[in-house]
C-alpha cells in the first residue's frame, strides 16, 4: 500500500529532539512543549541563554517552511507479509532474509538476540506475520537556494524528520488498523516517541539491521521506486531522507544493538546473504571484532 502525506499530516509526528539533535543541541519535553506554546524553551531565567535563541530560531524557522506550499513531497508503503523464522533468518514474501544475532557478553546474563527471535518458528507449523516498510521525503528543487547554505540544510534537516514522522504515522496506522493487533491503542505523540507502542519498526541500517544491503531484499519485495527511491551500490537510499525496515508485532519485541560480531559468524552470514565475505565486509565493517 502506497500513502501520500502532506507535511500538514506529518507535523505533529515529528520528534524535535532528534532535530535539534542534528544541529549539535539538546532539547527536553519541556523545552520543545514550551516552542510549540510560542514561548522561549525552558524559562527567560535560562542559565544558556544563547542555546536557549538558538532552539527557538530553528523551531520557528522550521515551522515557516512547513507551512510553504509544495516544498516537501512525502511518500510511504508497507505490505503485510506470512512469516516464519528459520534459525537466524525470517522467510517472508517467498525471500529468505538473514539477521545478525548478539555476540558481545551481556553482564547480566540476558540472551543474545536476532530480530527472528519476535518471529514465529519454522517448525511450529503456524504462519506468523511480519510488515515492510519505506518512507521518502523529497524536496522541490525551486525551494532549494543558491546562495543561503542556512536554509538548504534545514530543508535537509527538516525532510528527514519528516521521513521518520511518516514512518512513525504509518506504524500507528499498520498497528491500529491495517495489520489490527493493537486496535485500542491509545497513545499520546510523547509516548510514541517513547515507544509505548506494542512491537517494534527496526529500521536498515540502524543497530539491530546494520547491514545496508537488506535493502535490496525490500527492493525485491516492494518495489522501491514505486515511491522515488532509489538504492547505491552499498544500498544506501536516495533520497537521503529516506527511511526503511520491518514491522515486527510480538508483545515482547524491543530494540538491540548486534555490537561486534567474529569472522565465524560473518562467514556464516554472507553465505545466508550469498555474498562472498569480502563483499560483506564491506557492509558490516563497522561490526567486525
Known amino acids: 500500500m502506497i500513502i501520500n502525506y502532506t507535511p500538514h499530516e506529518l507535523a505533529s509526528y515529528i520528534n524535535w529532539s532528534y532535530f535539534f539533535h542534528a544541529w549539535g543541541l539538546s532539547a527536553n519535553s519541556t523545552d520543545i512543549e514550551g516552542l510549540a506554546d510560542d514561548k522561549l524553551p525552558a524559562s527567560r531565567q535560562s542559565p544558556n541563554k544563547e542555546k536557549t535563541a538558538a532552539l527557538h530560531r530553528l523551531y520557528k524557522d522550521a515551522q515557516r517552511l512547513l507551512q510553504e506550499y509544495r516544498i516537501f513531497n512525502a511518500k510511504g508503503m508497507f505490505k503485510l507479509l506470512d512469516a516464519n523464522a528459520d534459525g537466524d533468518n525470517i522467510i517472508a514474501g517467498g525471500i529468505t532474509i538473514p539477521f545478525l544475532r548478539q555476540q558481545e557478553q551481556h553482564a547480566d546474563g540476558t540472551p543474545y538476540l536476532c530480530l527472528s527471535d519476535f518471529i514465529r518458528p519454522l517448525k511450529d507449523g503456524a504462519k506468523d506475520r511480519i510488515g515492510i516498510f519505506a518512507t521518502t521525503v523529497s524536496i522541490h528543487p525551486s525551494a532549494i537556494s543558491?546562495?543561503?547554505?542556512?536554509?538548504?540544510?534545514?530543508?535537509?534537516?527538516?525532510?528527514?524528520?519528516?521521513?521518520?514522522?511518516?514512518?512513525?504515522?504509518?506504524?500507528?496506522?499498520?498497528?491500529?488498523?491495517?495489520?489490527?493487533?493493537?486496535?485500542?491503542?491509545?497513545?499520546?505523540?510523547?509516548?510514541l516517541h517513547q515507544e509505548k507502542f506494542q512491537g517494534i519498526r527496526p529500521a536498515v541500517g540502524y543497530p539491530s539491521i546494520p547491514d545496508s544491503s537488506i535493502n535490496f531484499l525490500l527492493d525485491q519485495l516492494m518495489g522501491l521506486k514505486q515511491i522515488g527511491i532509489t538504492l547505491t551500490e552499498s544500498g544506501a537510499m536516495h533520497p537521503q531522507s529516506s527511511v526503511s525496515g520491518f514491522m515486527i508485532s510480538h508483545p515482547q519485541a524491543h530494540y538491540f544493538p548486534v555490537g561486534s560480531i567474529d569472522q565465524e559468524q560473518l562467514a556464516d552470514y554472507a553465505a545466508r546473504r550469498g555474498f562472498s565475505i569480502h563483499k560483506m565486509k564491506q557492509f558490516l565493517s563497522a561490526n567486525l571484532l
Open 146 to 191: 543558491t546562495s543561503d547554505a542556512y536554509r538548504n540544510l534545514l530543508l535537509q534537516t527538516l525532510a528527514c524528520r519528516l521521513a521518520e514522522a511518516a514512518a512513525e504515522r504509518m506504524h500507528e496506522y499498520v498497528r491500529k488498523e491495517a495489520w489490527g493487533y493493537a486496535k485500542e491503542e491509545q497513545l499520546t505523540m510523547k509516548e
